[in-house]
């Protein structure tokens, strides 16, 4: 069966400081990998894919086939990046995993 | 319309009533998919449409939930006799990819409440 666990509930960082969200999927096949995110009371949107190996907003992510982790990454937080991200890999569909709340403090 | 439309935003229902949801998707866009989202949690696949062929239904908790796109655009979501456990968000997205995902095209959901 598809998993994907994104084991922080919840990262609270000041501003100007590093990130990290963690992304561990169980898959069968090679799935693409997405993060998509939402902004508050905005609908959800992709924010980035392995394959176009782009950063955007200053976030990249990782993919290691090895330990199946897709983890996305920002060196210095800035307050607009406070919201729900979401690890989805995808086959035919994406599966979700549970989400992260991110929080920066000013 | 530039982006995915759902309505309604906001459904209560009570026990046992039957409901359905709408959506339009971006023109053109050859996929579709329904996805559940409870509270605190991530949208949970449902069903997925290429064109109007229901080519995945498996997410689709129980017959009492039943999808269609007869004409390849709007998509209805309908469930029969509502449970309070059927209270989430239902997302729609749509995509022009003809061989599923990339998603990226989703809509503001409608949020039901099953009271």
């Known amino acids: 069966a598809q998993r994907v666990t994104q084991p922080e509930k919840l990262l609270s960082v000041f501003k100007g400081a590093p990130v990290e969200l963690k992304c561990n999927y169980s898959?069968?096949?090679?799935?693409?990998l997405f993060w998509y995110v939402q902004y508050s009371r905005q609908r959800l949107q992709l924010l980035l894919r392995h394959i176009s190996r782009e950063s955007i907003k200053g976030f990249t992510a990782d993919l290691n086939k090895g330990e199946t982790s897709f983890h996305l990454k920002k060196p210095f937080a800035q307050e607009e990046d406070s919201a729900m991200y979401y690890c989805?890999?995808?086959?035919?569909?994406?599966?979700f995993g549970g989400g992260t709340r991110v929080l920066v403090k000013p | 319309g530039a982006g995915v439309s759902q309505s309604p935003r906001y459904k209560v229902a009570k026990r046992g009533q039957d409901v359905a949801l709408r959506c339009d998707p971006i023109s053109g866009h050859v996929s579709l998919f329904w996805y559940q989202q409870a509270l605190g949690q991530g949208p949970e696949f449902l069903t997925y449409?290429?064109?109007?062929?229901?080519?995945?239904k498996s997410g689709l908790p129980s017959d009492r939930f039943f999808a269609e796109r007869p004409e390849g655009s709007v998509s209805t979501l309908k469930i029969q006799r509502t449970q309070q456990e059927d209270s989430a968000v239902y997302l729609c997205?749509?995509?022009?990819?003809?061989?599923?995902?990339?998603?990226?095209?989703f809509g503001a959901g409608t949020r039901l409440s099953v009271l």
């Open positions: 449409f290429q064109n109007e062929a229901q080519l995945d």
């Open positions: 989805a890999p995808a086959g035919n569909k994406l599966t």
């Open positions: 997205a749509s995509s022009l990819a003809g061989q599923g995902p990339p998603v990226e095209y």
């Open positions: 898959y069968s096949g090679s799935p693409e």
